[in-house]
């Protein structure tokens, strides 16, 4: 039903007074694309979003959509559609005059809007509850007529503010997946934002790392997760440890690919902090003896072939190839 | 012991303003129902269960219509003010509100102008309409300004003592009754849903009608519920105001009661508070105020 199209940030830049919450910053997000703007609050991800859907002016640079320069352009004209991050619906109308909120604005007949919110919420599985308020929905209901409203004005490019913030651990991850399978059902770009890179990691082709309102680093998520471009990208999608190197350089490496022993004479010595279980992986807590706090991640059944305890020495030690330079 | 006194709490806690709510409401109310039935002369009041009063406050009111009797006219007058006022206080007010909810970005400056409103009562009621006198009357600054200006040729004489001095004043008093409930109403919308409205492609007018108003509702209705009760009761705007020219069903009991003549005067009290009951009864059917207290 919807049209994909291809969108470009040209060193978009946006100044509130003398502070610059997105600093130049280029994209390039190709049609049908799970994008995720990813980083910790205030590094700029949520005015990017905002910019691009024409919430937000935009100080400097261009956006691109489609064919077309997209800048002075209303929400509604640009083929962008944003859901809101408390969802936003409009409490006083039924899930169904939600879903057709945009429709009777334009001035679409009754009849058609009827027919065409009823399809949206088809789509999304939500049919039966048309006739509902929004506040006798729970939250992940809400989450899909919220979906549903976005969707129907056919949308080039979906733009989603934290739209998983509000729901409880368990949901996040159930609603995550049907994100996911909507994107993938409906072949247009959906770019969302969030401060979980495990959320990103779940769900993106191509994740965004943003801090202090430049892009610190894109790639796919594996790219990402195995080479850290720089210290900051290493400490915020986590799992990586980061060490000095003599000449001031730093490198990452894996937790995961960090080896504990308690014989031996290879690697650093090291005393046990701290042992977290987490099922299927043991956490090891290490203080190194150079002074570094190290994180291993170790799997159940190696740990439990020989078990560590707390306040044990150990040597910790990692092969020459899982050692990644990280940029200064 | 202790179940015992958590059961009588809640009593003992609401037992003062009970306490004031009956004895300068309920019993007031109780007495002037029961005067109402009274019968006097013009220089006695006998108690007594007679329904005199109010046929005499209906004074052949049904059997010469359609033609209206004094009663119905002056009710049609309060009426006619009633819904006059009610319209430009409640254009003024949502006005006011929006202008302070959704265009003054700064909490600081939201609440100065808020402030700003409630001017009007910085002083008493009767020098504020004396203070009309100087502004509107024949030689007062309205008409010097206009033949100044050149507009007009000699002082136009229905600023004051005029329906539209009763307007007008009973505007400047109520104003701000509307726009206390509808600002609370408005503050409460979330901002988002603003941006969600614009997001698919409403218009700042469509936004107002099909997202504002409706979630300000429950403010102007109980906005208009204060504005309603307190034009139809007027008769100091409306004495001072209309040059004690115009008609107005407070200031038919104003009368009576200083002639003394308190059972009728009661009669005619019992018979407006049954009007505007009437009138808030239809406002409350139209919305539900439940919702939002």
Not at chain 1, 114 to 131: F, G, P, Q
Request: aromatic residues 10%; hydrophobic residues 50%; charged residues 20%.
């Amino acid at each position: 039903m919807a049209r994909a199209a291809d969108l470009e940030l040209a060193s978009v830049t946006k100044r509130y007074g003398d502070t610059t919450a997105v600093d130049s910053i280029d994209l390039k997000i190709k049609a049908g694309t799970y994008c995720c703007l990813l980083g910790p609050s205030g590094c700029g991800k949520s005015s990017t979003l905002r910019m691009i859907a024409g919430h937000e002016s935009v100080s400097d640079g261009d956006i691109v959509l489609g064919p077309e320069v997209v800048n002075g352009l209303p929400p509604a004209k640009r083929g962008t559609a944003m859901m809101f991050q408390s969802y936003a619906l409009f409490p006083h109308l039924s899930v169904r005059n939600n879903v057709a909120f945009s429709l009777k604005m334009k001035g679409v007949s009754k009849v058609d809007r009827s027919i065409k919110a009823t399809d949206a919420l088809k789509l999304v599985d939500m049919e039966r509850y048309a006739e509902r308020l929004p506040s006798q929905l729970s939250g992940g209901q809400q989450q899909r007529v919220a979906l549903a409203r976005a969707l129907v004005t056919d949308p080039q490019i979906l733009l989603l503010d934290e739209p998983l913030s509000a729901l409880d651990p368990f949901l996040k991850i159930k609603v995550r997946a049907e994100l996911k399978r909507f994107q993938r059902e409906l072949g247009i770009s959906f770019i969302h934002v969030t401060h979980s890179q495990e959320e990103a990691m779940a769900l993106a082709d191509l994740i965004i790392i943003m801090n202090a309102g430049k892009i610190e680093q894109q790639g796919a998520p594996r790219e990402i997760f195995n080479a850290p471009a720089t210290e900051f990208v290493a400490r915020f999608i986590g799992g990586h440890n980061i060490i000095p190197e003599t000449g001031g350089r730093k490198v990452s490496v894996r937790a995961d690919r960090v080896k504990v022993s308690t014989d031996g004479e290879t690697g650093t010595g090291a005393v046990v902090r701290e042992v977290e279980y987490q099922g299927t992986v043991v956490y090891l807590s290490l203080a190194t003896d150079a002074g570094l706090e190290m994180t291993a991640i170790v799997p159940e059944r190696t740990f439990y072939e020989r078990p560590i305890e707390t306040g044990e020495s150990v040597r910790v030690h990692w092969d020459a190839s899982d050692v990644h330079e990280l940029a200064a | 012991m202790l179940e015992d006194k958590s059961r009588w709490t809640p009593y003992w806690q609401a037992a003062p303003l009970a306490l004031v709510f009956f004895v300068f409401f309920l019993l007031p109310l109780a007495v002037t129902f029961v005067v109402s039935f009274w019968t006097y002369t013009g220089y006695s009041i006998e108690p007594a269960f007679v329904g005199d009063n109010y046929v005499t406050a209906f004074d052949k009111c049904f059997a010469s219509l359609p033609d209206l009797c004094t009663t119905f006219r002056t009710y049609l007058s309060t009426l006619r003010f009633c819904l006059l006022v009610w319209l430009i206080t409640l254009v003024l007010g949502f006005t006011i509100a929006y202008y302070l909810v959704f265009e003054i970005r700064s909490n600081t400056v939201r609440i100065v102008l808020a402030l700003l409103t409630t001017i009007p009562f910085w002083t008493s009621n009767v020098i504020r309409m004396i203070s009309w006198i100087p502004l509107l009357g024949r030689n007062g600054l309205v008409n010097q300004a206009l033949m100044g200006a050149g507009i007009v040729s000699e002082p136009v004489d229905w600023l004051l003592y005029s329906p539209f001095a009763v307007t007008l004043s009973l505007v400047h008093i109520n104003t701000v009754f509307m726009i206390v409930p509808i600002l609370n109403s408005m503050l409460r919308i979330d901002r988002s849903l603003i941006e969600a409205a614009y997001d698919t492609g409403a218009s700042p007018w469509q936004t107002i009608w099909n997202v504002i108003v409706p979630l300000s509702k429950t403010g102007i209705a109980i906005g208009s519920i204060f504005v309603v009760t307190v034009v139809m009761g007027d008769f100091i705007s409306v004495g001072l105001m209309g040059g004690q020219q115009i008609a107005s069903a407070g200031k038919v009991i104003e009368t009576q009661i200083t002639a003394l003549q308190f059972p009728i005067a009661a009669a005619n009290a019992i018979v407006l508070l049954a009007v505007v009951l009437m009138i808030v009864w239809v406002m409350l059917r139209l919305v539900d105020i439940r919702k939002e207290l």
